[in-house]
């Protein structure tokens, strides 16, 4: 059971170039998220999939998309990268909307800079 | 909607001291209440879990967490601390159903040899 996975777990990406970060869970998670944590900014939400084929924004957004590709992975795509996407990117899932009782559960993470 | 306070920035302790970390919690019905952690460089880790039933809640590597409704208030806590609790401690309270899944801004925790 490896729980809740990212590919790559470092990136490093020029500023305008393109990239998706990979996530997959093998709990039979219904809902999926990606977060973004900076220093003294906490977790912030970007996106996540309350179930399969469905995806919304989260507190930020701007500059990301999104694919629920199946009820297992949850992809994150920055189209044309900035330095200010320079962050660590957590995927995480949970079996119910918002974590419900047993909360939510991390990958560990992508760490990714932009030059 | 749900939001989490955790008033401690930094907290150092000595090996083998107590903690407790301190959370509170706006809510208005009952809330879902979790504890994580976040060793350097990794994901977040489940300590524990609140959701019903007995106010005092057991988790992973020794921690335990009491849920007081009138304070609102779930803090952490261990009896006797080792170096590798040395971490980022986070608070997050969620709903079930709903997407609100509130983590606090984090306690880094220190510890002296």
């Known amino acids: 059971n490896a729980g809740v996975t990212q590919t790559p777990k470092f990136q490093v990406l020029k500023t305008g170039q393109s990239m998706t970060l990979q996530c997959a869970q093998d709990?039979?998670?219904?809902?999926m998220y990606w977060y973004r944590q900076d220093p003294g900014m906490g977790l912030r939400l970007i996106y996540y999939?309350?179930?399969?084929?469905?995806?919304d924004k989260g507190e930020v957004p701007n500059g990301y998309n999104v694919s629920r590709l199946n009820k297992r992975e949850f992809s994150l795509r920055l189209e044309s990268a900035a330095p200010s996407q320079t962050s660590v990117y957590f995927c995480a899932s949970s079996l119910a909307g918002g974590g419900g009782y047993n909360g939510q559960f991390f990958g560990p993470g992508t760490r990714l800079t932009v030059l | 909607a749900q939001s989490v306070t955790q008033p401690d920035i930094h907290i150092t302790v000595s090996e083998g001291a107590s903690l407790e970390l301190r959370c509170n919690y706006s809510?208005?019905?009952?809330?879902?209440l979790f504890w994580y952690v976040q060793s350097p460089g990794q994901g977040l880790q489940l300590l524990l879990k609140?959701?019903?039933?007995?106010?005092l809640v057991q988790g992973i590597k020794g921690f335990e967490a009491e849920f007081k409704r009138s304070q609102s208030s779930f803090n952490l806590r261990k009896p006797s601390v080792h170096w590798s609790d040395a971490a980022e401690y986070f608070c997050?309270?969620?709903?079930?159903?709903?997407?609100?899944?509130?983590f606090g801004p984090g306690t880094r925790l220190s510890v002296l040899p």
């Open positions: 809510y208005g019905a009952t809330p879902y």
């Open positions: 997050a309270v969620g709903a079930h159903g709903g997407q609100n899944f509130v």
């Open positions: 709990m039979n998670h219904n809902s």
């Open positions: 999939s309350a179930s399969e084929g469905t995806t």
């Open positions: 609140y959701f019903s039933g007995d106010t």
